[in-house]
């Protein structure tokens, strides 16, 4: 089975503070991606990883900024919180053209 | 950015009926994939369909890729309890990284 961690599930940071999210996956797979999830708004993509090293930006990437050094491992950094960043963060993997998997998701929220 | 059209929004049914639901682009797309969401907790993948009009089973779900590859549907017989909660399509094509969404059935079992 495909596992994808988050590294919390619950978060509050307060306004300005740099906010990292950490994302796990163990099936070698070569793509990650982030999402975050609002209500009536559906699922909107911010960056997304094909490679070590490689990034794309998605639909929403202004206020982030992402990570990956490692094929396993794909961070999100939130450079300065801000409230309009509350929201659900879930971090996603698949491997070639194949099955997309979901993380946990982290449940952020910015005072 | 596009989303998929997905119908019905709600659902109200009581325990052991069967479920129907669909999902329709104006594109085409070579891949279609279901998820189920509980509260707070990431997607969970069901069911991935890769050929226009496959038929594909997972327990009491079946889902079916529309043969235009512009739709697909899900269906769950005899419902249970357990069957709450909120399921996405979702679908993309080979070499295109992102996943386009659908905007969700929210499933509630009458007592």
């Known amino acids: 089975d495909v596992k994808v961690t988050q590294s919390s599930r619950y978060l509050v940071k307060r306004t300005g503070e740099k906010v990292f999210l950490e994302c796990v996956q163990d099936?070698?797979?070569?793509?990650m991606f982030w999402y975050r999830q609002d209500p009536g708004l559906g699922l909107r993509l911010i960056y997304f990883?094909?490679?070590?090293?490689?990034?794309e930006k998605g639909d929403i990437p202004e206020g982030y900024s992402v990570s990956r050094e490692k094929k396993e491992r794909f961070s999100l950094i939130l450079e300065s919180a801000s409230t309009n960043q509350t929201s659900m963060y879930l971090c996603?993997?698949?491997?070639?053209?194949?099955?997309?998997?979901f993380g946990p998701g982290t449940r952020l929220t910015v005072t | 950015g596009q989303q998929l059209n997905q119908s019905p929004q709600s659902m109200f049914i009581q325990e052991g009926e069967d479920v129907s639901m669909n999902c329709t682009s104006s594109?085409?797309?070579?891949?279609w994939l279901w998820y189920k969401q509980d509260p707070g907790e990431g997607p969970v993948l069901l069911i991935a369909?890769?050929?226009?009009?496959e038929l594909t089973s997972n327990g009491r779900l079946t889902a079916q890729f529309g043969i235009t590859r512009k739709d697909s549907f899900l269906n769950i017989s005899a419902s249970i309890p357990s069957d709450v909660g909120i399921y996405f399509c979702?679908?993309?094509?080979?070499?295109?990284?992102?996943?386009?969404f659908g905007t969700g059935t929210r499933l509630t079992i009458i007592p």
């Open positions: 996603a993997t698949r491997q070639g053209a194949y099955e997309q998997y």
């Open positions: 099936m070698d797979h070569e793509n």
């Open positions: 990883s094909y490679d070590v090293k490689m990034k």
């Open positions: 594109s085409i797309f070579n891949t």
């Open positions: 369909l890769y050929k226009a009009g």
């Open positions: 979702a679908a993309y094509n080979f070499g295109n990284e992102k996943l386009t």
